[in-house]
């Protein structure tokens, strides 16, 4: 989650770059990294590709689709190369509405309690999408990866699959990232090698043409510009996988740190976020209306949003907005209050989610502070002042 | 989760309840409801039999083996009557070693935030055991059950498994609960009909001859003294499905609650607490030892547990006791935080655990505070001081 260009090349390794859209808020401009602004996160349940977040690691790669090809390692030292054409045919076309979450969405917040390593996101890390491939299942399984997820005596879960994609840095290292190959593996995670977002191909910034999108867990293993996917005992070796995305007690810090001792981000916890109002903002007496978002990760969807308009004394219920396909739990609620304010009030508006597993967030950011100011979720403060 | 014994009844239907351990702290006797004390909690990481915490809807039934018949009932009219013998012989024996946890646990931590109704369990209504039985997928599919779990597309996500006892109330109204038919057929759910506990058969007090174990889920869908299950569309009828073990916004009241509004618990958040020392205490200069236990639904195994000794300004990595299988997250962890600490001092010792998904629990109780008192996995906090 680190934004420094990679050293010592000759010319600019990132003006081959896209082109984007002007209302991204740029974290980072070598490599990429931007959010949508609040407002437009929450105008629809699909982002709009132009405005979805882009997080990248590297610079974009420039690949020729029709030279492209995807390799797949099976465990026994069998392996197919697949062009994109192949890919598409061969394969069973599946479509799936997921968010994605980076692990550092709403860092920005964890920074003002004691300053952590890493892109400054504000809340707009996250965005949703209708993405369209084929099932990476379907393709580890034609790879001659055996099937025995259903059988729990199996070591199965002590397996991964492991993905590079084709942006590397000037050494030629490449980014990298790795899942259990029991997700991998199962019908029901829905785990996909895509090559359509909200029905056309995938933006340059997103991954084209193909990438892996992992529903329900963190965006770093949902590798883009995917060059190889390899079953192995071992998770990938990648610094993203072993050396970043991982949590910590809030008194590690960098010379404590032994990131061997935490497991690897995959599932998220319980989110949420004010988009409407805005921080600080003088919003009219009458009717107010509060919007944002909630999710959360492993396909376990949300149940119930509480506002508070009191800073967390007195709590509401939220409406949740329709979600496609309730029971595959892959997408966040957009959810909306509205509520009577009165003249010259100052409010400070508060959410908090539940998750279908009745986990709730926590209140305060300290206390889940960390040096690498990943998997902030405390509740969303939003204070604003009513005019008179 | 109500105390209240079944009324109308002539003589005392709690007169055949079996005797108890002393050791254990009644927080209803008729039926009987009780913890072990927290200082035996942790002593071993299984709960002997005689102190597993005891959550008794209704009295306990005389169930007489040889004549135990359990019914189960598939989709299309199939039935099966399985003896006892039967359920032993025809099914291979699984183990499981998984912690269950009523869904009223930490209560009166709850009812000191404002009052609620349920019986006032301190922080043992949670305990772990090794069980032993036959798979209700293998039993589920003996009686005709299709298995398309790993078919996404279908619908079996709707469908669910209802489970009765054999305990009922005046009017013969057996206690119920459901489970999604999904986690039912599923291999590594590991849902059993349980016959032993810890080595021995299930003691009266915990469903002989057989029950139900969910691991992972809250405690009220293991049902005990098992009569029937059945496949079915529609979640179980009961009281305890529908109309309670259901959590709310702090804002709903008996007035206002819409029990049809609240998903039914399954999966429980992520929990903790301190077993030693107890609030109040007076514990010596030099080095103190904390101890406590950690848990979370789902399979979501426990991956670390902060400890604060000033209230949540700061805190330090408590060590994990070893678990058993790991990878199959069903059990708590014990843990143990030593650290020395001056003479004179008052401490404000707080425990936070986070699981698997990285969840992690809230701050404070009052904001998850529900009229029903469940799911109170706030921090922990025991209050003690050093003496001089
Ligand atoms: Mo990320
Ligand atoms: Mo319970």
């Given at each position: 989650d680190e934004a420094s260009?990679?050293?010592?090349?000759?010319?600019?390794?990132?003006?081959?770059?896209p082109p984007r859209h002007p209302a991204l808020r740029v974290n980072s401009l070598k490599p990429f990294n931007a959010e949508p602004p609040p407002e437009l996160l929450t105008q629809?349940?699909?982002?709009?590709?132009?405005?979805?977040?882009?997080?990248?690691?590297l610079p974009v790669p420039a690949v020729e689709p029709g030279s492209y090809r995807l390799r797949v390692e099976g465990p026994g030292g069998r392996a197919l190369s697949l062009s994109l054409a192949e890919l598409r045919q061969r394969f069973p076309k599946h479509e799936v509405t997921a968010t994605l979450q980076c692990a550092g969405n709403r860092r920005s917040e964890m920074s003002r309690v004691r300053p952590v390593k890493g892109l400054a996101w504000d809340i707009g890390a996250i965005s949703t999408a209708r993405w369209g491939g084929a099932r990476l299942r379907d393709v580890l399984l034609a790879a001659g990866v055996r099937d025995n997820t259903g059988d729990s005596t199996g070591d199965d879960n002590e397996w991964h699959v492991c993905f590079e994609g084709l942006d590397a840095d000037a050494s030629g290292t490449p980014y990298g990232a790795s899942i259990p190959l029991k997700r991998a593996l199962s019908a029901e995670a829905e785990v996909l090698l895509a090559y359509e977002m909200n029905g056309t191909e995938l933006p340059r910034d997103h991954g084209f043409p193909v990438r892996v999108v992992v529903p329900g867990v963190v965006g770093a293993r949902s590798v883009k510009w995917?060059?190889?996917?390899?079953?192995?005992?071992?998770?990938?070796?990648?610094?993203?996988?072993?050396?970043?995305?991982?949590?910590f007690c809030p008194s590690v810090d960098w010379d404590s740190?032994?990131?061997?001792?935490?497991?690897?981000?995959?599932e998220l916890p319980v989110q949420s976020a004010i988009t409407e109002p805005r921080p600080g903002a003088a919003v009219a007496a009458g009717e107010l209306t509060v919007k944002g978002y909630a999710w959360s990760g492993g396909g376990r969807e949300v149940v119930?949003?509480?506002?508070?308009?009191?800073?967390g004394r007195t709590w509401r219920e939220a409406e949740l907005g329709p979600r496609p396909e309730r029971g595959r739990g892959w997408a966040w609620a957009l959810w909306e209050l509205r509520a009577p304010v009165?003249?010259?009030?100052?409010?400070?508006?508060?959410?908090?989610a539940v998750d279908r597993s009745y986990n709730v967030q926590p209140d305060s950011v300290a206390p889940i502070w960390n040096l690498?100011?990943?998997l902030s979720n405390a509740w969303h403060r939003v204070p604003v002042t009513v005019t008179r």
């Open positions: 260009p990679p050293p010592g090349d000759t010319g600019d390794p990132f003006a081959g770059d629809s349940f699909l982002t709009p590709n132009e405005l979805f977040f882009t997080r990248n690691h995917l060059r190889s996917v390899a079953v192995s005992p071992a998770e990938s070796p990648s610094h993203w996988q072993q050396k970043d995305y991982k949590g740190v032994d990131f061997g001792a935490a497991p690897a981000i995959q119930r949003v509480d506002v508070s308009l009191d800073g009165p003249a010259g009030a100052r409010l400070d508006i508060v959410c908090k690498r100011g990943v």
